[in-house]
Protein backbone atom coordinates (compact mmCIF):
# COMPACT_ATOMS: atom_id res chain seq x y z
CA UNK A 1 0.00 0.00 0.00
CA UNK A 2 1.82 3.25 -1.07
CA UNK A 3 1.94 6.14 1.35
CA UNK A 4 3.24 9.39 2.86
CA UNK A 5 4.43 9.00 6.30
CA UNK A 6 4.83 12.22 8.25
CA UNK A 7 7.06 11.19 11.42
CA UNK A 8 5.26 12.54 14.72
CA UNK A 9 1.08 12.90 14.50
CA UNK A 10 1.28 15.41 18.26
CA UNK A 11 4.44 17.25 18.75
CA UNK A 12 4.68 19.73 21.18
CA UNK A 13 7.50 22.40 21.43
CA UNK A 14 8.57 25.53 23.23
CA UNK A 15 9.00 28.59 21.95
CA UNK A 16 12.49 29.29 19.90
CA UNK A 17 12.99 25.88 19.45
CA UNK A 18 14.30 24.61 16.46
CA UNK A 19 11.52 22.16 14.91
CA UNK A 20 12.11 19.28 12.30
CA UNK A 21 9.22 17.96 10.69
CA UNK A 22 9.84 14.74 8.46
CA UNK A 23 7.73 13.11 5.44
CA UNK A 24 8.73 10.32 3.60
CA UNK A 25 6.85 8.31 0.69
CA UNK A 26 7.30 5.37 -1.01
CA UNK A 27 5.91 5.89 -4.41
CA UNK A 28 9.16 7.58 -6.11
CA UNK A 29 7.04 10.80 -6.78
CA UNK A 30 8.34 13.76 -8.17
CA UNK A 31 7.10 16.26 -6.31
CA UNK A 32 6.31 17.03 -2.56
CA UNK A 33 4.53 19.67 -0.80
CA UNK A 34 4.21 20.94 2.70
CA UNK A 35 1.03 22.93 3.40
CA UNK A 36 -0.37 24.80 6.71
CA UNK A 37 -4.27 24.15 7.52
CA UNK A 38 -6.01 26.47 10.13
CA UNK A 39 -9.14 26.85 10.46
CA UNK A 40 -11.17 28.74 8.15
CA UNK A 41 -8.22 29.84 5.98
CA UNK A 42 -8.23 26.31 4.18
CA UNK A 43 -4.53 24.87 2.90
CA UNK A 44 -1.91 27.14 2.84
CA UNK A 45 1.42 25.84 0.54
CA UNK A 46 4.83 26.58 2.55
CA UNK A 47 7.27 24.99 0.46
CA UNK A 48 7.21 22.62 -2.54
CA UNK A 49 9.88 20.71 -4.03
CA UNK A 50 10.07 19.44 -7.98
CA UNK A 51 12.95 17.25 -7.52
CA UNK A 52 15.88 16.69 -5.41
CA UNK A 53 17.88 19.59 -3.69
CA UNK A 54 15.33 21.86 -5.27
CA UNK A 55 12.66 23.91 -3.42
CA UNK A 56 10.35 26.57 -4.07
CA UNK A 57 8.28 29.21 -1.98
CA UNK A 58 4.53 29.30 -2.03
CA UNK A 59 2.71 31.73 -0.12
CA UNK A 60 3.88 31.61 3.38
CA UNK A 61 7.46 30.44 3.59
CA UNK A 62 8.08 32.87 6.24
CA UNK A 63 9.68 31.55 9.53
CA UNK A 64 10.21 27.93 7.48
CA UNK A 65 12.81 26.53 5.73
CA UNK A 66 13.04 22.93 3.79
CA UNK A 67 15.24 20.39 3.00
CA UNK A 68 15.08 17.99 0.32
CA UNK A 69 18.53 15.87 0.31
CA UNK A 70 16.89 12.48 -1.31
CA UNK A 71 13.73 12.20 -3.33
CA UNK A 72 11.58 10.04 -1.14
CA UNK A 73 12.08 12.84 2.24
CA UNK A 74 11.12 16.36 2.58
CA UNK A 75 12.10 17.77 5.93
CA UNK A 76 10.37 21.05 7.19
CA UNK A 77 12.24 23.03 9.47
CA UNK A 78 10.89 25.86 11.60
CA UNK A 79 14.19 27.57 12.31
CA UNK A 80 12.73 29.72 15.81
CA UNK A 81 8.88 28.13 16.34
CA UNK A 82 6.47 30.97 17.49
CA UNK A 83 3.20 30.36 18.71
CA UNK A 84 1.76 31.69 15.45
CA UNK A 85 3.16 28.73 14.37
CA UNK A 86 0.74 26.62 16.21
CA UNK A 87 -1.16 24.75 13.32
CA UNK A 88 -2.09 21.20 11.51
CA UNK A 89 1.09 20.50 8.98
CA UNK A 90 0.64 17.85 6.16
CA UNK A 91 2.65 16.77 3.87
CA UNK A 92 1.54 15.36 0.51
CA UNK A 93 3.71 14.22 -3.12
CA UNK A 94 2.34 13.44 -6.58
CA UNK A 95 3.65 12.71 -9.87
CA UNK A 96 4.02 15.18 -12.93
CA UNK A 97 0.11 15.66 -13.41
CA UNK A 98 -1.16 13.46 -10.61
CA UNK A 99 -3.12 14.28 -7.55
CA UNK A 100 -1.84 15.14 -4.49
CA UNK A 101 -1.28 12.07 -1.60
CA UNK A 102 -1.10 13.01 1.87
CA UNK A 103 0.51 12.05 5.28
CA UNK A 104 -1.71 11.63 8.01
CA UNK A 105 -0.60 14.97 9.39
CA UNK A 106 1.28 16.99 12.36
CA UNK A 107 -0.40 18.62 15.29
CA UNK A 108 2.16 21.08 15.90
CA UNK A 109 1.63 23.25 19.01
CA UNK A 110 4.07 25.89 20.01
CA UNK A 111 4.21 26.95 24.03
CA UNK B 1 -2.79 33.10 -9.14
CA UNK B 2 -5.96 30.57 -9.49
CA UNK B 3 -8.83 30.76 -6.62
CA UNK B 4 -10.81 28.14 -5.97
CA UNK B 5 -14.00 29.02 -4.00
CA UNK B 6 -16.34 26.82 -2.02
CA UNK B 7 -19.19 28.82 -0.97
CA UNK B 8 -20.72 26.73 1.20
CA UNK B 9 -18.69 26.23 4.66
CA UNK B 10 -21.47 23.76 5.96
CA UNK B 11 -23.52 21.49 4.60
CA UNK B 12 -26.01 18.88 5.73
CA UNK B 13 -27.50 15.61 4.32
CA UNK B 14 -29.93 13.21 5.94
CA UNK B 15 -28.62 9.59 5.44
CA UNK B 16 -29.51 7.80 1.84
CA UNK B 17 -30.40 11.31 0.49
CA UNK B 18 -28.42 13.40 -2.59
CA UNK B 19 -25.83 16.40 -1.51
CA UNK B 20 -24.45 18.50 -3.71
CA UNK B 21 -20.88 20.39 -2.91
CA UNK B 22 -20.17 23.23 -4.86
CA UNK B 23 -17.03 24.73 -6.20
CA UNK B 24 -16.15 27.37 -8.44
CA UNK B 25 -12.34 28.96 -10.01
CA UNK B 26 -10.84 31.05 -11.99
CA UNK B 27 -8.68 30.99 -13.84
CA UNK B 28 -7.29 31.76 -17.50
CA UNK B 29 -5.38 28.39 -18.45
CA UNK B 30 -7.53 25.58 -20.85
CA UNK B 31 -5.33 22.69 -19.38
CA UNK B 32 -5.79 21.74 -16.10
CA UNK B 33 -6.52 19.27 -13.47
CA UNK B 34 -9.88 19.10 -10.61
CA UNK B 35 -10.08 17.44 -7.83
CA UNK B 36 -12.37 16.90 -4.64
CA UNK B 37 -10.35 15.68 -1.18
CA UNK B 38 -12.30 14.14 2.14
CA UNK B 39 -10.81 15.09 5.04
CA UNK B 40 -12.78 12.84 7.88
CA UNK B 41 -12.26 13.47 11.65
CA UNK B 42 -9.34 11.32 11.86
CA UNK B 43 -7.53 13.70 9.43
CA UNK B 44 -6.13 12.21 6.66
CA UNK B 45 -6.96 13.72 3.39
CA UNK B 46 -7.89 11.60 0.59
CA UNK B 47 -8.62 11.64 -3.04
CA UNK B 48 -12.23 11.71 -3.69
CA UNK B 49 -12.21 11.92 -7.60
CA UNK B 50 -10.52 13.74 -10.27
CA UNK B 51 -11.18 15.62 -13.46
CA UNK B 52 -8.96 16.61 -16.60
CA UNK B 53 -9.84 19.68 -18.10
CA UNK B 54 -9.93 18.25 -21.64
CA UNK B 55 -12.18 15.79 -20.77
CA UNK B 56 -15.96 16.55 -21.60
CA UNK B 57 -17.32 13.64 -19.75
CA UNK B 58 -18.07 13.99 -15.99
CA UNK B 59 -15.95 11.79 -13.31
CA UNK B 60 -17.60 9.43 -11.36
CA UNK B 61 -16.69 6.75 -8.66
CA UNK B 62 -19.24 5.03 -7.38
CA UNK B 63 -21.55 6.64 -5.11
CA UNK B 64 -19.52 9.97 -6.11
CA UNK B 65 -19.87 12.13 -9.54
CA UNK B 66 -18.73 15.69 -10.52
CA UNK B 67 -20.27 18.29 -12.66
CA UNK B 68 -18.10 19.55 -14.39
CA UNK B 69 -18.91 22.88 -16.27
CA UNK B 70 -15.92 24.46 -17.85
CA UNK B 71 -17.14 27.71 -19.32
CA UNK B 72 -19.14 28.12 -16.41
CA UNK B 73 -15.48 26.89 -14.64
CA UNK B 74 -17.81 25.12 -12.10
CA UNK B 75 -17.56 21.69 -10.13
CA UNK B 76 -19.75 20.32 -7.62
CA UNK B 77 -19.23 16.84 -6.38
CA UNK B 78 -22.56 15.23 -6.20
CA UNK B 79 -22.64 12.52 -3.34
CA UNK B 80 -25.76 9.74 -3.48
CA UNK B 81 -27.06 7.57 -1.19
CA UNK B 82 -25.38 9.64 1.68
CA UNK B 83 -23.84 7.65 4.31
CA UNK B 84 -22.72 8.36 7.65
CA UNK B 85 -19.04 8.01 6.88
CA UNK B 86 -19.79 10.70 3.99
CA UNK B 87 -19.15 13.03 6.93
CA UNK B 88 -16.37 15.30 6.43
CA UNK B 89 -14.53 18.57 5.46
CA UNK B 90 -14.94 18.56 1.78
CA UNK B 91 -12.17 20.34 -0.35
CA UNK B 92 -12.19 21.48 -4.42
CA UNK B 93 -8.57 21.19 -5.33
CA UNK B 94 -7.29 23.01 -9.08
CA UNK B 95 -4.23 22.23 -9.92
CA UNK B 96 -2.01 23.93 -13.08
CA UNK B 97 0.10 22.49 -14.88
CA UNK B 98 2.06 25.71 -16.14
CA UNK B 99 2.80 27.15 -12.91
CA UNK B 100 5.08 24.93 -10.87
CA UNK B 101 2.66 22.41 -10.67
CA UNK B 102 1.12 23.94 -7.88
CA UNK B 103 -2.22 23.02 -6.16
CA UNK B 104 -5.22 25.81 -5.12
CA UNK B 105 -7.35 24.59 -2.47
CA UNK B 106 -10.63 26.09 -1.31
CA UNK B 107 -11.51 27.08 2.29
CA UNK B 108 -13.81 23.59 2.67
CA UNK B 109 -16.87 22.35 3.12
CA UNK B 110 -18.50 20.82 6.56
CA UNK B 111 -20.61 17.79 5.81
CA UNK B 112 -22.57 16.47 8.73
CA UNK B 113 -24.91 13.29 7.73
CA UNK B 114 -27.86 12.93 9.94
CA UNK B 115 -29.07 9.79 10.38
Known amino acids: DVKVTQSSRYLVKRTGEKVFLECVQD?????MFWYRQDPGLGLRLIYFSYDVKMKEKGDIPEGYSVSREKKERFSLILESASTNQTSMYLC??????????FGQGTRLTVV | AQTVTQSQPEMSVQEAETVTLSCTYD???????LFWYKQPPSRQMILVIRQEAYKQQNATENRFSVNFQKAAKSFSLKISDSQLGDAAMYFCAYRSPLTGNQFYFGTGTSLTVIP
Open chain 2, 27 to 33: TSESDYY
Open chain 1, 92 to 101: ASSLLRGPLL
Open chain 1, 27 to 31: MDHEN
